[in-house]
Nanobody, 120 residues
Framework: VQLQASGGGLAQPGGSLRLSCAAS????????MGWYRQAPGKQRELVAT???????NYEDSVKGRFTISRDNAKNTAYLQMNSLKAEDTAIYYC???????????????WGQGTLVTVSS
């Protein structure tokens, strides 16, 4: 099982980026998916999570600017980031609870990070 994150890059303040996180491999079901970020010199923090049923949770500083969504058929989560600020600069990591086969427990997986830089 792999989580592949993509979509990072350079954006200007006030700009937008869209991150994608695709789960692949031998997957029976994908539960909750989420995005975390780690800025230089700081601890990794939660950005947003989304249950399979569609319940979302956001870190306070991104509420109203970021939107998490998912396509269950594609086992993919997205993070639409609007009104970007310099303080959003970080490596963004995707995370998911994945069921490999029926009867086994869900396991938590991390994707590789994708760098988001917000700068003029």
């Amino acid at each position: 099982v792999q989580l592949q994150a993509s979509g990072g890059g350079l954006a200007q303040p006030g700009g937008s980026l869209r991150l994608s996180c695709a789960a692949s491999g031998s997957i029976s079901n994908v539960g909750g998916m989420g995005w975390y970020r780690q800025a230089p010199g700081k601890q990794r923090e939660l950005v947003a999570t989304l249950t399979r049923g569609g319940s979302a949770n956001y870190e306070d500083s991104v509420k109203g600017r970021f939107t998490i969504s998912r396509d269950n058929a594609k086992n993919t989560a997205y993070l639409q980031m609007n009104s970007l600020k310099a303080e959003d600069t970080a490596i963004y990591y995707c995370n998911a609870d994945i069921l490999v086969r029926t009867g086994s427990p869900y396991r938590n997986y991390w994707g590789q990070g994708t760098l988001v830089t917000v700068s003029s």
